[in-house]
């Protein structure tokens, strides 16, 4: 069973940069996921802001980023760290949420980064807070 571990929350200033990163506990290789990162503030609905493919060795894996953060959040993998991490930019505050991300057994995108049907596991997510 797959245990996903989120990283990289704080509070951050409007215009600041942050990094979160999901990561397998043990420190296995996420490769054969598709990732998706979600948030959710309360009282909002969960929202997908990112999603990367299954990662077939080629690196021409898909990545789709949601309309509401393209242009401030990049999705990518560090194979390195075997992470998939987040890189988000020009912080806004109604970016404060809990990021989390998910993982789905050989998941690719076409349109959309998915739901609860598409994924397997789930991670307890990081803090994110954008505050002067």
């Known amino acids: 069973q797959v245990q996903l571990v989120e990283s990289g929350g704080g509070l951050v200033q409007p215009g600041g940069s942050l990094k979160v990163s999901c990561a397998e506990a043990?420190?296995?290789?996420?490769?054969?996921?598709?990732i998706g990162w979600f948030r959710q503030a309360p009282g909002r609905e969960r929202e997908a802001v990112a999603c990367?493919?299954?990662?077939?060795?080629?690196?021409?894996?898909?990545?789709l980023v949601a309309d509401s953060v393209k242009g401030r959040f990049t999705i990518y993998r560090d194979n390195a760290e075997s992470t998939v991490n987040l890189q988000i930019d020009n912080l806004r505050p109604e970016d404060t949420a809990n990021y989390f991300c998910?993982?789905?057994?050989?998941?690719?995108?076409?349109?959309?980064?998915?739901?609860?049907?598409?994924?397997?596991?789930w991670g307890q997510g990081t803090q994110v807070t954008v505050s002067s």
């Open positions: 990367i493919g299954t990662n077939y060795g080629d690196g021409d894996e898909e990545t």
């Open positions: 043990s420190g296995r290789s996420l490769d054969g996921y598709g």
């Open positions: 998910a993982a789905g057994g050989g998941l690719d995108y076409d349109v959309g980064c998915g739901g609860d049907t598409e994924y397997d596991f």
